[in-house]
Protein backbone atom coordinates (compact mmCIF):
# COMPACT_ATOMS: atom_id res chain seq x y z
CA UNK A 1 0.00 0.00 0.00
CA UNK A 2 1.45 3.69 -0.86
CA UNK A 3 0.24 4.64 2.44
CA UNK A 4 -0.08 3.28 6.39
CA UNK A 5 -2.48 6.08 6.85
CA UNK A 6 -5.01 8.49 5.75
CA UNK A 7 -6.49 11.47 7.59
CA UNK A 8 -9.63 12.75 6.61
CA UNK A 9 -9.64 16.51 7.71
CA UNK A 10 -7.33 19.37 8.67
CA UNK A 11 -8.63 20.97 11.74
CA UNK A 12 -6.73 20.73 14.94
CA UNK A 13 -7.43 16.53 15.45
CA UNK A 14 -6.34 15.80 12.12
CA UNK A 15 -3.13 17.96 12.19
CA UNK A 16 -1.50 16.82 15.10
CA UNK A 17 -2.90 13.16 13.96
CA UNK A 18 -0.67 13.95 10.62
CA UNK A 19 2.17 15.19 12.59
CA UNK A 20 2.89 12.89 14.97
CA UNK A 21 2.25 9.69 12.40
CA UNK A 22 5.12 11.29 10.08
CA UNK A 23 7.17 12.40 13.24
CA UNK A 24 7.18 8.26 14.04
CA UNK A 25 8.22 7.64 10.23
CA UNK A 26 4.04 6.52 8.94
CA UNK A 27 3.98 7.19 5.27
CA UNK A 28 0.44 9.77 6.21
CA UNK A 29 -1.49 11.85 3.90
CA UNK A 30 -3.77 14.16 4.81
CA UNK A 31 -6.63 15.40 3.13
CA UNK A 32 -8.97 18.85 3.47
CA UNK A 33 -12.16 20.10 1.48
CA UNK A 34 -10.27 23.68 2.27
CA UNK A 35 -7.64 25.35 -0.60
CA UNK A 36 -6.01 27.24 2.28
CA UNK A 37 -6.39 24.26 5.04
CA UNK A 38 -4.99 26.67 8.10
CA UNK A 39 -7.32 29.50 7.00
CA UNK A 40 -10.30 30.27 9.43
CA UNK A 41 -13.49 30.30 8.12
CA UNK A 42 -15.64 29.27 10.64
CA UNK A 43 -16.60 30.92 13.98
CA UNK A 44 -14.35 30.41 17.04
CA UNK A 45 -13.03 31.87 20.89
CA UNK A 46 -10.33 30.39 20.37
CA UNK A 47 -10.25 30.09 24.23
CA UNK A 48 -7.21 27.79 25.35
CA UNK A 49 -8.50 26.48 28.68
CA UNK A 50 -5.75 26.11 31.81
CA UNK A 51 -8.94 25.36 34.24
CA UNK A 52 -11.56 22.65 34.14
CA UNK A 53 -14.71 24.65 33.79
CA UNK A 54 -17.58 24.19 36.20
CA UNK A 55 -20.86 24.48 35.87
CA UNK A 56 -21.82 24.59 40.04
CA UNK A 57 -18.59 23.90 42.04
CA UNK A 58 -20.85 22.84 44.91
CA UNK A 59 -22.09 19.98 43.77
CA UNK A 60 -21.66 16.95 41.47
CA UNK A 61 -24.52 18.14 39.31
CA UNK A 62 -23.26 21.30 38.72
CA UNK A 63 -19.56 19.96 37.83
CA UNK A 64 -20.62 17.78 35.40
CA UNK A 65 -22.42 20.41 33.79
CA UNK A 66 -18.61 21.48 32.50
CA UNK A 67 -17.93 20.37 28.93
CA UNK A 68 -15.09 19.79 26.74
CA UNK A 69 -11.54 18.14 27.17
CA UNK A 70 -11.12 17.85 31.19
CA UNK A 71 -7.59 16.61 31.01
CA UNK A 72 -5.35 19.61 32.49
CA UNK A 73 -3.39 21.71 29.55
CA UNK A 74 -0.77 24.18 31.00
CA UNK A 75 1.09 26.98 29.05
CA UNK A 76 4.81 27.85 29.29
CA UNK A 77 5.58 31.42 28.39
CA UNK A 78 9.18 31.21 26.80
CA UNK A 79 11.26 34.37 25.84
CA UNK A 80 10.50 34.24 22.27
CA UNK A 81 7.78 31.84 22.13
CA UNK A 82 4.93 29.69 23.98
CA UNK A 83 4.93 26.05 24.96
CA UNK A 84 1.43 24.44 25.64
CA UNK A 85 1.99 20.97 27.92
CA UNK A 86 -0.05 18.35 27.55
CA UNK A 87 0.45 16.08 30.53
CA UNK A 88 -1.92 13.43 29.61
CA UNK A 89 -1.35 12.15 27.50
CA UNK A 90 2.26 13.71 27.55
CA UNK A 91 3.45 16.20 24.69
CA UNK A 92 3.94 19.30 24.21
CA UNK A 93 3.73 21.96 21.08
CA UNK A 94 5.52 25.50 20.54
CA UNK A 95 3.48 28.02 19.67
CA UNK A 96 4.65 31.73 18.64
CA UNK A 97 1.40 33.74 18.16
CA UNK A 98 -0.81 36.35 20.85
CA UNK A 99 -2.07 35.24 23.74
CA UNK A 100 -4.09 37.24 26.35
CA UNK A 101 -5.34 36.09 29.47
CA UNK A 102 -8.58 35.70 30.92
CA UNK A 103 -8.85 36.43 34.23
CA UNK A 104 -12.69 36.31 35.13
CA UNK A 105 -16.02 35.10 33.55
CA UNK A 106 -18.98 36.73 34.24
CA UNK A 107 -22.33 35.97 33.36
CA UNK A 108 -25.06 39.25 33.33
CA UNK A 109 -28.57 40.02 33.44
CA UNK A 110 -30.68 42.07 31.96
CA UNK A 111 -30.11 44.87 34.13
CA UNK A 112 -26.55 44.07 35.10
CA UNK A 113 -26.59 41.42 37.81
CA UNK A 114 -23.05 39.71 37.57
CA UNK A 115 -22.40 35.99 38.60
CA UNK A 116 -18.87 34.42 37.66
CA UNK A 117 -18.01 31.46 36.07
CA UNK A 118 -14.47 31.20 37.94
CA UNK A 119 -13.63 32.09 40.96
CA UNK A 120 -12.42 36.28 40.75
CA UNK A 121 -8.93 35.76 42.10
CA UNK A 122 -6.48 36.89 39.78
CA UNK A 123 -5.51 33.38 38.48
CA UNK A 124 -5.96 32.67 35.04
CA UNK A 125 -8.34 30.08 34.02
CA UNK A 126 -7.68 30.75 30.10
CA UNK A 127 -5.86 32.72 27.27
CA UNK A 128 -7.44 33.97 23.76
CA UNK A 129 -4.26 32.37 21.42
CA UNK A 130 -4.59 32.36 17.28
CA UNK A 131 -6.47 29.23 16.02
CA UNK A 132 -4.77 30.01 12.50
CA UNK A 133 -1.29 30.15 14.20
CA UNK A 134 -1.59 27.34 15.71
CA UNK A 135 -3.05 24.97 13.45
CA UNK A 136 0.29 26.85 11.27
CA UNK A 137 2.43 24.81 13.06
CA UNK A 138 1.08 21.58 12.99
CA UNK A 139 1.19 21.68 9.50
CA UNK A 140 4.56 23.05 8.97
CA UNK A 141 5.64 20.08 11.16
CA UNK A 142 3.40 17.54 9.77
CA UNK A 143 4.64 18.38 6.20
CA UNK A 144 8.09 18.89 7.66
CA UNK A 145 8.07 15.08 9.04
CA UNK A 146 7.40 14.43 5.52
CA UNK A 147 3.07 14.01 5.69
CA UNK A 148 2.02 14.37 1.95
CA UNK A 149 -1.40 17.43 1.69
CA UNK A 150 -3.99 16.76 -0.30
CA UNK A 151 -5.89 19.92 -0.32
CA UNK A 152 -9.34 21.04 -2.21
CA UNK A 153 -10.04 17.46 -1.54
CA UNK A 154 -13.08 16.16 -0.23
CA UNK A 155 -13.72 12.86 1.92
CA UNK A 156 -16.77 11.01 0.90
CA UNK A 157 -16.36 8.21 2.55
CA UNK A 158 -14.57 5.06 4.07
CA UNK A 159 -14.75 1.35 4.01
CA UNK A 160 -13.06 -1.46 5.71
CA UNK A 161 -11.37 -4.10 3.84
CA UNK A 162 -9.19 -7.18 5.43
CA UNK A 163 -5.67 -5.30 5.66
CA UNK A 164 -6.99 -2.07 5.77
CA UNK A 165 -9.46 0.69 4.38
CA UNK A 166 -10.47 2.66 1.12
CA UNK A 167 -11.43 5.95 1.32
CA UNK A 168 -13.22 7.90 -1.65
CA UNK A 169 -11.91 11.14 -2.11
CA UNK A 170 -12.67 13.80 -4.87
CA UNK A 171 -10.55 16.35 -5.52
CA UNK A 172 -10.27 18.81 -8.62
CA UNK A 173 -8.59 15.94 -11.16
CA UNK A 174 -12.40 14.15 -9.87
CA UNK A 175 -12.77 10.73 -7.64
CA UNK A 176 -10.50 8.33 -6.59
CA UNK A 177 -10.00 5.63 -4.20
CA UNK A 178 -7.50 5.91 -1.31
CA UNK A 179 -5.86 2.99 0.41
CA UNK A 180 -3.78 2.56 3.86
CA UNK A 181 -3.39 0.33 6.50
CA UNK A 182 -5.68 2.69 8.79
CA UNK A 183 -7.31 6.15 8.68
CA UNK A 184 -8.16 8.60 10.77
CA UNK A 185 -11.75 10.12 10.69
CA UNK A 186 -11.03 14.43 11.39
CA UNK A 187 -13.58 15.67 9.67
CA UNK A 188 -15.60 17.42 12.31
CA UNK A 189 -18.92 17.78 13.15
CA UNK A 190 -20.64 16.90 10.15
CA UNK A 191 -18.03 13.98 8.93
CA UNK A 192 -18.75 12.20 5.81
CA UNK A 193 -16.94 9.27 6.89
CA UNK A 194 -18.48 8.82 10.21
CA UNK A 195 -21.39 8.79 8.66
CA UNK A 196 -20.50 6.41 5.99
CA UNK A 197 -19.41 4.06 8.27
CA UNK A 198 -22.55 3.94 9.69
CA UNK A 199 -21.85 5.21 13.23
CA UNK A 200 -24.61 8.03 13.20
CA UNK A 201 -27.46 5.19 13.28
CA UNK A 202 -27.74 5.51 16.78
CA UNK A 203 -27.38 9.13 17.60
CA UNK A 204 -29.88 11.01 19.45
CA UNK A 205 -30.54 14.21 18.19
CA UNK A 206 -30.95 17.03 21.29
CA UNK A 207 -31.13 20.05 19.79
CA UNK A 208 -32.81 21.35 16.55
CA UNK A 209 -29.51 22.97 14.13
CA UNK A 210 -28.23 26.05 15.48
CA UNK A 211 -26.85 29.46 13.53
CA UNK A 212 -23.89 31.03 15.12
CA UNK A 213 -22.65 34.42 14.17
CA UNK A 214 -19.59 35.82 15.44
CA UNK A 215 -18.21 40.05 14.83
CA UNK A 216 -14.28 40.87 15.33
CA UNK A 217 -15.07 44.05 16.87
CA UNK A 218 -12.48 47.11 17.13
CA UNK A 219 -13.72 50.03 19.74
CA UNK A 220 -15.95 47.96 22.40
CA UNK A 221 -15.65 49.98 25.83
CA UNK A 222 -17.49 48.05 28.85
CA UNK A 223 -17.25 49.09 32.48
CA UNK A 224 -16.04 45.68 33.24
CA UNK A 225 -12.96 44.23 33.76
CA UNK A 226 -10.52 43.93 30.85
CA UNK A 227 -9.40 40.45 30.52
CA UNK A 228 -13.04 38.87 31.07
CA UNK A 229 -15.09 36.38 29.19
CA UNK A 230 -18.41 37.78 29.30
CA UNK A 231 -22.16 36.13 28.77
CA UNK A 232 -25.25 38.37 28.79
CA UNK A 233 -28.53 36.44 29.49
CA UNK A 234 -31.38 38.52 27.74
CA UNK A 235 -34.63 36.32 26.65
CA UNK A 236 -36.73 39.11 25.23
CA UNK A 237 -34.02 39.46 22.85
CA UNK A 238 -32.59 35.50 22.21
CA UNK A 239 -35.02 32.96 24.26
CA UNK A 240 -32.56 30.41 22.70
CA UNK A 241 -29.25 31.48 24.41
CA UNK A 242 -26.66 34.20 25.71
CA UNK A 243 -24.95 37.55 24.10
CA UNK A 244 -21.21 37.37 24.63
CA UNK A 245 -18.20 39.06 24.36
CA UNK A 246 -14.36 37.43 24.28
CA UNK A 247 -10.71 38.62 23.49
CA UNK A 248 -9.18 38.81 20.72
CA UNK A 249 -5.54 39.98 19.92
CA UNK A 250 -4.84 44.25 19.05
CA UNK A 251 -7.54 45.50 21.49
CA UNK A 252 -10.52 43.60 19.33
CA UNK A 253 -13.09 41.69 20.76
CA UNK A 254 -15.69 39.31 19.49
CA UNK A 255 -19.74 40.25 19.50
CA UNK A 256 -21.51 36.40 19.40
CA UNK A 257 -24.53 34.78 19.59
CA UNK A 258 -26.49 31.56 18.93
CA UNK A 259 -30.01 30.98 18.19
CA UNK A 260 -32.11 28.31 16.08
CA UNK A 261 -34.87 28.68 14.02
CA UNK A 262 -35.64 31.65 11.76
CA UNK A 263 -34.16 34.31 13.68
CA UNK A 264 -31.21 35.41 12.51
CA UNK A 265 -28.51 35.80 15.04
CA UNK A 266 -27.54 39.01 12.90
CA UNK A 267 -30.85 40.75 14.04
CA UNK A 268 -30.13 39.80 17.66
CA UNK A 269 -26.58 41.19 17.95
CA UNK A 270 -27.69 44.42 16.14
CA UNK A 271 -30.51 44.70 18.37
CA UNK A 272 -27.87 44.21 21.54
CA UNK A 273 -25.97 46.85 20.34
CA UNK A 274 -28.60 49.36 20.82
CA UNK A 275 -29.96 48.19 23.99
CA UNK A 276 -30.46 50.33 26.53
CA UNK A 277 -28.14 48.83 29.10
CA UNK A 278 -25.52 47.96 26.66
CA UNK A 279 -25.71 50.44 23.85
CA UNK A 280 -22.76 52.61 25.73
CA UNK A 281 -20.33 49.33 24.91
CA UNK A 282 -20.77 49.89 21.48
CA UNK A 283 -20.84 53.90 20.91
CA UNK A 284 -16.98 54.00 19.36
CA UNK A 285 -17.13 50.43 18.20
CA UNK A 286 -16.95 48.96 14.71
CA UNK A 287 -17.47 45.71 13.31
CA UNK A 288 -14.10 44.50 11.59
CA UNK A 289 -14.86 41.23 10.32
CA UNK A 290 -18.16 38.50 10.67
CA UNK A 291 -17.94 34.41 10.72
CA UNK A 292 -20.96 32.22 11.25
CA UNK A 293 -20.97 28.35 12.36
CA UNK A 294 -23.75 25.91 12.77
CA UNK A 295 -26.24 24.30 10.57
CA UNK A 296 -25.96 20.23 10.27
CA UNK A 297 -28.09 18.02 12.98
CA UNK A 298 -27.88 20.05 16.08
CA UNK A 299 -26.72 18.61 18.98
CA UNK A 300 -26.12 14.83 18.70
CA UNK A 301 -25.25 12.14 21.59
CA UNK A 302 -21.89 10.87 21.34
CA UNK A 303 -20.60 7.80 19.85
CA UNK A 304 -19.00 6.29 22.90
CA UNK A 305 -17.01 4.02 20.63
CA UNK A 306 -14.98 5.95 17.74
CA UNK A 307 -13.23 2.74 16.50
CA UNK A 308 -14.87 1.42 13.47
CA UNK A 309 -12.32 -1.68 11.97
CA UNK A 310 -9.94 0.60 10.88
CA UNK A 311 -10.91 4.12 11.12
CA UNK A 312 -10.12 6.08 14.34
CA UNK A 313 -12.49 8.86 14.54
CA UNK A 314 -10.90 12.52 16.74
CA UNK A 315 -12.20 15.13 17.46
CA UNK A 316 -15.93 16.97 16.99
CA UNK A 317 -16.59 14.01 14.67
CA UNK A 318 -18.28 12.12 17.21
CA UNK A 319 -18.91 14.50 20.05
CA UNK A 320 -22.10 16.21 20.89
CA UNK A 321 -20.90 19.06 21.73
CA UNK A 322 -17.38 20.31 20.87
CA UNK A 323 -13.83 18.94 22.02
CA UNK A 324 -12.22 21.76 22.37
CA UNK A 325 -9.03 22.50 19.96
CA UNK A 326 -7.39 21.19 22.99
CA UNK A 327 -9.20 17.98 23.11
CA UNK A 328 -8.95 17.29 19.39
CA UNK A 329 -4.82 17.94 19.56
CA UNK A 330 -4.84 15.25 22.13
CA UNK A 331 -7.58 12.77 20.18
CA UNK A 332 -5.45 13.27 16.85
CA UNK A 333 -2.20 12.58 18.98
CA UNK A 334 -3.94 9.65 20.51
CA UNK A 335 -5.83 7.87 17.70
CA UNK A 336 -2.10 7.68 16.12
CA UNK A 337 -0.66 5.99 18.85
CA UNK A 338 -3.65 3.26 18.92
CA UNK A 339 -3.37 2.97 15.47
CA UNK A 340 0.48 1.94 16.21
CA UNK A 341 0.05 -0.59 18.70
CA UNK A 342 -2.73 -2.12 16.42
CA UNK A 343 0.02 -1.86 13.28
CA UNK A 344 2.55 -4.05 15.87
CA UNK A 345 0.08 -6.63 16.71
CA UNK A 346 -0.83 -5.24 19.92
CA UNK A 347 -4.05 -3.49 21.42
CA UNK A 348 -4.33 0.13 20.50
CA UNK A 349 -7.96 0.87 20.29
CA UNK A 350 -9.23 -0.41 23.42
CA UNK A 351 -7.06 2.00 24.78
CA UNK A 352 -8.32 4.69 22.75
CA UNK A 353 -11.83 4.30 23.15
CA UNK A 354 -11.29 3.94 27.08
CA UNK A 355 -9.44 7.17 27.38
CA UNK A 356 -12.21 8.94 24.84
CA UNK A 357 -14.78 8.14 27.27
CA UNK A 358 -13.10 9.61 30.98
CA UNK A 359 -11.21 12.46 28.84
CA UNK A 360 -14.61 14.39 27.42
CA UNK A 361 -17.02 16.21 30.34
CA UNK A 362 -19.98 15.22 28.11
CA UNK A 363 -19.05 11.52 28.77
CA UNK A 364 -19.70 11.54 32.23
CA UNK A 365 -23.25 9.86 33.16
CA UNK A 366 -24.36 12.92 34.67
CA UNK A 367 -23.73 15.46 31.55
CA UNK A 368 -27.18 14.68 29.80
CA UNK A 369 -29.47 15.36 32.55
CA UNK A 370 -27.67 18.61 33.69
CA UNK A 371 -27.13 19.91 30.53
CA UNK A 372 -30.22 18.78 29.66
CA UNK A 373 -29.94 22.43 28.12
CA UNK A 374 -31.97 24.21 30.51
CA UNK A 375 -33.65 26.71 28.75
CA UNK A 376 -34.06 29.59 31.27
CA UNK A 377 -34.09 32.25 28.41
CA UNK A 378 -36.79 30.38 27.22
CA UNK A 379 -38.93 30.03 30.48
CA UNK A 380 -38.20 33.39 32.15
CA UNK A 381 -38.97 36.95 31.48
CA UNK A 382 -35.95 39.16 31.68
CA UNK A 383 -37.19 40.38 34.95
CA UNK A 384 -36.96 36.75 36.24
CA UNK A 385 -33.73 36.68 34.92
CA UNK A 386 -32.94 39.89 36.78
CA UNK A 387 -34.23 38.34 40.33
CA UNK A 388 -32.50 34.65 39.62
CA UNK A 389 -29.21 36.89 39.03
CA UNK A 390 -29.50 39.19 42.23
CA UNK A 391 -30.84 36.28 44.15
CA UNK A 392 -27.13 34.46 43.68
CA UNK A 393 -24.54 37.34 42.95
CA UNK A 394 -21.44 37.19 43.70
CA UNK A 395 -21.39 33.48 43.49
CA UNK A 396 -19.61 31.17 41.61
CA UNK A 397 -20.93 28.96 38.78
CA UNK A 398 -22.97 29.02 35.75
CA UNK A 399 -26.49 30.49 35.94
CA UNK A 400 -28.42 26.98 35.88
CA UNK A 401 -26.18 24.84 37.91
CA UNK A 402 -26.83 27.48 40.58
CA UNK A 403 -30.57 28.01 40.06
CA UNK A 404 -30.86 24.01 39.83
CA UNK A 405 -28.86 23.17 42.69
CA UNK A 406 -30.67 26.33 45.09
CA UNK A 407 -34.35 25.45 44.24
CA UNK A 408 -35.74 26.07 47.22
CA UNK A 409 -34.21 29.21 47.80
CA UNK A 410 -36.63 30.22 44.54
CA UNK A 411 -39.25 28.71 46.42
CA UNK A 412 -39.98 30.91 49.05
CA UNK A 413 -39.19 34.23 46.99
CA UNK A 414 -40.80 33.44 43.89
CA UNK A 415 -43.27 29.97 44.07
CA UNK A 416 -44.86 30.48 40.37
CA UNK A 417 -41.33 30.47 38.94
CA UNK A 418 -40.09 27.85 41.24
CA UNK A 419 -43.13 25.44 39.90
CA UNK A 420 -42.11 26.56 36.35
CA UNK A 421 -38.21 25.78 36.33
CA UNK A 422 -38.77 22.91 38.25
CA UNK A 423 -40.91 21.18 35.66
CA UNK A 424 -37.61 21.76 33.28
CA UNK A 425 -35.18 20.52 35.60
CA UNK A 426 -36.57 17.36 36.99
C1 LIG B 1 -18.70 29.16 17.62
C2 LIG B 1 -17.65 28.21 18.10
C3 LIG B 1 -16.74 28.66 19.06
C4 LIG B 1 -15.75 27.80 19.52
N1 LIG B 1 -14.85 28.25 20.43
C5 LIG B 1 -13.84 27.43 20.88
C6 LIG B 1 -12.87 27.91 21.78
O1 LIG B 1 -12.89 29.07 22.19
N2 LIG B 1 -11.89 27.05 22.20
C7 LIG B 1 -11.83 25.77 21.76
O2 LIG B 1 -10.92 25.03 22.17
N3 LIG B 1 -12.75 25.28 20.90
C8 LIG B 1 -13.74 26.10 20.44
N4 LIG B 1 -14.65 25.63 19.54
C9 LIG B 1 -14.62 24.21 19.20
C10 LIG B 1 -13.49 23.85 18.29
O3 LIG B 1 -13.51 24.70 17.16
C11 LIG B 1 -13.65 22.40 17.88
O4 LIG B 1 -13.91 21.58 19.01
C12 LIG B 1 -12.37 21.89 17.18
O5 LIG B 1 -12.05 22.72 16.09
C13 LIG B 1 -12.59 20.48 16.69
O6 LIG B 1 -11.50 20.09 15.91
P1 LIG B 1 -11.64 18.93 14.84
O7 LIG B 1 -10.25 18.76 14.28
O8 LIG B 1 -12.31 17.76 15.43
O9 LIG B 1 -12.64 19.47 13.72
P2 LIG B 1 -12.69 20.80 12.89
O10 LIG B 1 -11.95 21.91 13.53
O11 LIG B 1 -14.12 21.02 12.57
O12 LIG B 1 -11.90 20.44 11.54
C14 LIG B 1 -12.46 19.62 10.56
C15 LIG B 1 -11.65 19.79 9.29
O13 LIG B 1 -12.13 18.83 8.34
C16 LIG B 1 -12.37 19.45 7.10
N5 LIG B 1 -13.45 18.67 6.46
C17 LIG B 1 -14.74 18.58 6.84
N6 LIG B 1 -15.40 17.71 6.07
C18 LIG B 1 -14.50 17.22 5.21
C19 LIG B 1 -14.57 16.25 4.20
N7 LIG B 1 -15.69 15.57 3.93
N8 LIG B 1 -13.44 16.00 3.48
C20 LIG B 1 -12.29 16.66 3.75
N9 LIG B 1 -12.17 17.58 4.71
C21 LIG B 1 -13.25 17.84 5.44
C22 LIG B 1 -12.72 20.89 7.43
O14 LIG B 1 -12.39 21.73 6.32
C23 LIG B 1 -11.82 21.16 8.63
O15 LIG B 1 -10.54 21.65 8.26
C24 LIG B 1 -15.66 26.47 19.04
C25 LIG B 1 -16.56 26.04 18.06
C26 LIG B 1 -17.55 26.89 17.60
C27 LIG B 1 -18.50 26.39 16.56
Redesign the pocket.
Given at each position: MKYDLIV????????MAAKTAAEDGLKVVL????RN?TEIN????????THKITGSPETEEGKARAD?YINPVSVELLPDKCRFHFPVPGFSLDYDGNLLPYYNWIGLSPSGYQLHRHKPNNKIWAFFYQ?EVFLAGLLASAQKAGAEIMPE????GAENTPDGVRVR?RGKSGEQTLEARAAIA????????VESLGLNKNRKVMTPPFK?I?YEMEGVETNLPRFSLIRVTIPSLNPFGPVGT?LMAEGRVFL?T?TVGTLSPSTILEKFMKHPNFASWFHHARVVKKMA??GGPGLRTQVREPVAGNVVI????T?PV???????VA??YLAVKAIEKELNGQKGYPEYINWWQKAFAFNDPHYWKVAGIFPINKICSDEEVDYLYSLFQGRVGCDVGLIANNLELIKEGRPELYERIKAVTT
Amino acid sequence: MKYDLIVVGGGPGGLMAAKTAAEDGLKVVLIDRKRNITEINRACMQIFYTHKITGSPETEEGKARADGYINPVSVELLPDKCRFHFPVPGFSLDYDGNLLPYYNWIGLSPSGYQLHRHKPNNKIWAFFYQKEVFLAGLLASAQKAGAEIMPETIGMGAENTPDGVRVRVRGKSGEQTLEARAAIAADGVTSAIVESLGLNKNRKVMTPPFKIIEYEMEGVETNLPRFSLIRVTIPSLNPFGPVGTGLMAEGRVFLWTMTVGTLSPSTILEKFMKHPNFASWFHHARVVKKMAAGGGPGLRTQVREPVAGNVVIVGDATAPVETWIQGAVACGYLAVKAIEKELNGQKGYPEYINWWQKAFAFNDPHYWKVAGIFPINKICSDEEVDYLYSLFQGRVGCDVGLIANNLELIKEGRPELYERIKAVTT
